[in-house]
């Protein structure tokens, strides 16, 4: 009996110290944001039928019930949706080493990034400061951006000449199509060094865009992937193939330059010298293996450099020009603006340094940004220990995301913020010369991300954007085809418009 009594005392004892413990210190028990419940299995089910737009708006009526942090019930972890600027600006800018980490990528996304060897999914720690370092400060130096301004003037070129030949033998120009060549073209020199025909750029635009739109087709073997790669045995040989095919288009340029490399660095002519991205990951090492990148490697992150610049960039043009043929008043402006730079200038370039002189049109590209980013989430965060935000708890190993179109569409920001008004960005406020699309101080859009994983890009996409639109607009009057402008949205790897822009263009004599 005595043994049962002191067992008995002990745990009552444990008990009341817990209920103590639990009153005066409940941030022991922070709960988790709220949001529905789960249904094992079949809620995973219900997002494979969804479709991207479907979700989005699921997200949004999850936020209007549930507030600006919640948890979309999908997987077996916490998956959490911030849709409040202050909430993501604590999280990203104050806190950013906290949330600066990647979630376990899924199957088609290890698969395609030579198991998270790029810098997109990449864990938050030593290899990923190495690719980091070596984009920022070996291609995106405002040096190295200006070393291939002759690249960027060969390429406006091409767009020019596209757009008049189409022009004159159509009578309504799909201009994505010409826009996506384009920027490919850029994006293939600045990474491989090379000026290729148009069927080596096909080529490979078509393999990476086939491994972009990838994450959709094959979405069904990230669930149970042992079992679906049986069940759906042809989608994964599909799969291989497309990898197959990325490799075959791009390991005989890395070869290439990799042989060259020798050559090049005894050049005599320094003023031509360029350094393509694919150089500098051919001396890489892995910091903790001790090794040079593998092919397998280099191609991930070769795609992945392409593919952030070419088809974001194109996206974000092609809604761009869309509303300055929407809105013909606000093209007007813009020519104006540039007519008073240009001056008595006979030449049909708006040069880039020109660029730092046409305020309009920097106001022009943040209005785009603002109203159509071309990615309405960042990609998943995730921390590596239990972290209390906004009063919940962000469990270990949980991942979390941020609506960033919902951010940039906050009434209490912008007024009428569904109107496209680039004039809102030129009013300066509290003195501060340019706005901040870091949001370091405060986050009021963020169409590529904040803190540390913020795009790294973001200044040679912002300075991409400013010289291809100025020099469009410069060269071309555009007006819209019989059918207008639809402003309406679909997912494809970004948020691009439904109706692809139709238009008319004269050339401005």
Same mark, same amino acid.
């Given at each position: 009996?005595? /043994?049962? %009594?002191?067992?008995?005392?002990?745990?009552?004892?444990?008990?009341?110290i817990?209920?103590?413990?639990?009153?005066?210190?409940?941030?022991?028990?922070?709960?988790?944001?709220?949001?529905?419940?789960?249904?094992?299995?079949?809620?995973?089910?219900?997002?494979?039928?969804?479709? %991207?737009?479907?979700?989005?708006?699921?997200?949004?009526? @999850?936020?209007?019930?549930?507030?600006?942090?919640?948890?979309?019930?999908?997987?077996?972890?916490?998956?959490?949706?911030?849709?409040?600027?202050?909430?993501?600006?604590?999280?990203?800018?104050?806190?950013?080493? /906290?949330?600066?980490? =990647?979630?376990e990528?899924?199957?088609?996304?290890?698969?395609?990034?030579?198991?998270?060897?790029?810098?997109?999914?990449?864990?938050?720690?030593?290899?990923?400061?190495?690719?980091?370092?070596?984009?920022?400060?070996?291609?995106?130096?405002?040096?190295?951006?200006?070393? %291939?301004?002759?690249?960027?003037?060969?390429?406006?070129?091409?767009?020019?000449?596209?757009?008049?030949?189409?022009?004159?033998?159509?009578?309504?120009?799909?201009?994505?199509d010409?826009?996506?060549?384009?920027?490919?073209c850029?994006?293939?020199?600045?990474?491989?060094?090379?000026?290729?025909?148009?069927?080596?750029?096909?080529?490979?635009?078509?393999?990476?865009?086939? #491994?972009?739109?990838?994450?959709?087709?094959?979405?069904?073997?990230?669930?149970?992937?042992?079992?679906?790669?049986?069940?759906?045995?042809?989608?994964?040989?599909?799969?291989l193939?497309?990898?197959?095919?990325?490799?075959?288009v791009?390991?005989?340029?890395?070869?290439? =330059?990799k042989? &060259?490399?020798?050559?090049?660095?005894?050049?005599?002519?320094?003023?031509?010298?360029?350094?393509?991205? #694919?150089?500098?990951?051919?001396?890489?090492?892995?910091?903790?293996?001790?090794?040079?990148?593998?092919?397998?490697?280099?191609?991930?992150l070769?795609?992945?450099?392409i593919?952030? &610049?070419?088809?974001?960039? !194109?996206?974000?043009?092609?809604?761009?020009m869309?509303?300055?043929?929407?809105y013909?008043?606000?093209?007007?402006?813009?020519? +104006?603006?540039?007519? &008073?730079?240009?001056?008595?200038?006979?030449e049909?370039?708006?040069?880039?340094?020109?660029?730092?002189? @046409?305020?309009?049109?920097?106001?022009v590209?943040?209005?785009?940004?603002?109203?159509?980013?071309p990615?309405?989430?960042?990609?998943?965060?995730? /921390?590596? +220990?239990?972290?209390?935000?906004?009063?919940?708890?962000?469990?270990?190993?949980?991942?979390?995301?941020f609506?960033?179109?919902?951010?940039?569409w906050?009434?209490? #920001?912008?007024?009428?913020?569904?109107?496209?008004?680039?004039? =809102?960005?030129?009013?300066?406020?509290?003195?501060?010369?340019?706005f901040?699309?870091?949001?370091?101080?405060?986050?009021?859009?963020?169409?590529?991300?904040?803190?540390?994983?913020m795009?790294?890009?973001?200044?040679?996409?912002?300075?991409?954007?400013?010289?291809?639109v100025?020099?469009?607009?410069?060269?071309?009057?555009?007006? !819209?085809?019989?059918?207008?402008?639809?402003?309406?949205?679909?997912?494809?790897?970004?948020v #691009?418009?439904?109706?692809?822009?139709?238009?008319?263009?004269?050339?401005?004599?």
């Amino acid at each position: 009996m005595e /043994v049962w %009594f002191i067992v008995l005392t002990s745990l009552c004892l444990c008990l009341t110290i817990r209920a103590f413990f639990n009153l005066f210190y409940p941030s022991r028990h922070t709960p988790l944001p709220p949001g529905p419940r789960r249904i094992p299995i079949i809620s995973s089910i219900l997002f494979l039928r969804k479709s %991207f737009l479907e979700i989005e708006d699921s997200l949004r009526n @999850l936020r209007a019930k549930y507030g600006p942090i919640f948890v979309f019930p999908v997987r077996s972890r916490p998956l959490i949706f911030v849709a409040d600027r202050f909430i993501a600006h604590q999280a990203l800018v104050q806190n950013g080493a /906290v949330f600066s980490g =990647r979630p376990e990528a899924l199957t088609i996304s290890k698969f395609f990034s030579a198991d998270q060897h790029d810098i997109n999914t990449a864990f938050y720690g030593p290899n990923w400061r190495v690719l980091r370092r070596n984009l920022t400060t070996e291609m995106l130096h405002p040096a190295r951006i200006k070393s %291939f301004s002759g690249s960027r003037k060969w390429v406006l070129d091409v767009l020019i000449n596209r757009l008049k030949y189409d022009s004159e033998s159509s009578s309504s120009i799909k201009v994505i199509d010409h826009l996506q060549y384009a920027m490919f073209c850029l994006l293939v020199f600045v990474c491989f060094g090379e000026k290729l025909n148009e069927k080596e750029i096909k080529d490979i635009e078509h393999v990476l865009q086939s #491994v972009l739109l990838s994450s959709n087709r094959f979405k069904v073997l990230n669930f149970w992937p042992r079992i679906t790669r049986i069940l759906f045995r042809n989608r994964w040989q599909e799969l291989l193939q497309t990898r197959k095919e990325q490799h075959s288009v791009l390991i005989p340029l890395i070869r290439a =330059r990799k042989k &060259g490399k020798g050559e090049r660095l005894n050049r005599a002519d320094e003023d031509q010298f360029i350094v393509p991205y #694919v150089d500098t990951l051919l001396d890489l090492e892995w910091p903790e293996e001790k090794r040079k990148l593998e092919e397998s490697e280099i191609v991930s992150l070769s795609s992945e450099f392409i593919n952030a &610049g070419t088809d974001t960039t !194109a996206t974000a043009l092609q809604w761009i020009m869309a509303n300055l043929v929407k809105y013909p008043h606000i093209q007007e402006r813009l020519v +104006e603006e540039i007519r &008073g730079v240009m001056g008595d200038r006979e030449e049909r370039e708006v040069k880039e340094e020109d660029l730092k002189k @046409l305020p309009y049109l920097k106001a022009v590209i943040l209005e785009g940004l603002r109203r159509h980013p071309p990615a309405h989430f960042v990609l998943p965060h995730a /921390v590596k +220990e239990d972290v209390v935000l906004n009063g919940f708890l962000i469990p270990k190993n949980g991942t979390i995301n941020f609506l960033v179109a919902e951010m940039g569409w906050d009434p209490k #920001v912008w007024e009428n913020p569904m109107e496209f008004k680039p004039e =809102r960005f030129l009013n300066i406020e509290n003195g501060d010369e340019v706005f901040d699309i870091t949001g370091s101080k405060e986050i009021k859009m963020m169409p590529f991300g904040a803190g540390r994983r913020m795009c790294p890009g973001y200044n040679l996409a912002m300075f991409h954007l400013e010289y291809f639109v100025a020099n469009l607009v410069w060269n071309f009057e555009w007006k !819209a085809s019989n059918g207008g402008v639809d402003l309406t949205e679909k997912q494809e790897f970004t948020v #691009v418009m439904n109706n692809p822009l139709q238009v008319h263009i004269y050339p401005r004599i």
